[in-house]
């Protein structure tokens, strides 16, 4: 399967079922549950049903658009990356998730910003947003790395939560 992005050390790839243990692993991690939200994929079965009802759905030009992210030397999954048009936000929002044992790295930047380059580039995005929960400290790090601009406030329409919302223009 193609990659649809690649870094030095990276590869953005579509998911397949194949990607459920991963997913399943993923989705329970504490910094998923924690900054994400559970969605109670519990079993191999639950993270295919996930992956068919979700990241499968998805294509090259297309909302949401989901991809595995995974290392260039093993083809070992190791995160996803998200592109995502909310009914109550004007932009669309990136986001990025990663295995534990992956964070710290670089890897997010890495291919975070190589998404945001296809977004504005290949998808012709005229801006990009983030919102992230103002106790995510290294998500902050990270957009406001990338150039990302806290814009302010974001009220969940489904839970009332306040986030913080980041925008970076298009170049």
Known sequence: MEPVLETERLLSRKFTLEDAAFILQLLNTEGWLK????RKVRTIEEAEAYLLNGPLKTNEHTFPWLRLIALKSNNTPIGLVSLIKREDLEFIDIG???LPAFMGQGYACEIVSETIKFAFGKLHLEKIIAITLPDNKSS???LEKLGMQLEGDYIKKESAEKLLKYG????
């Open 35 to 38: 900054y994400i939200g559970d």
């Open 168 to 171: 970076l223009p298009g170049f």
């Open 96 to 98: 990025f998730a990663f």
């Open 140 to 142: 902050i790090r990270l």
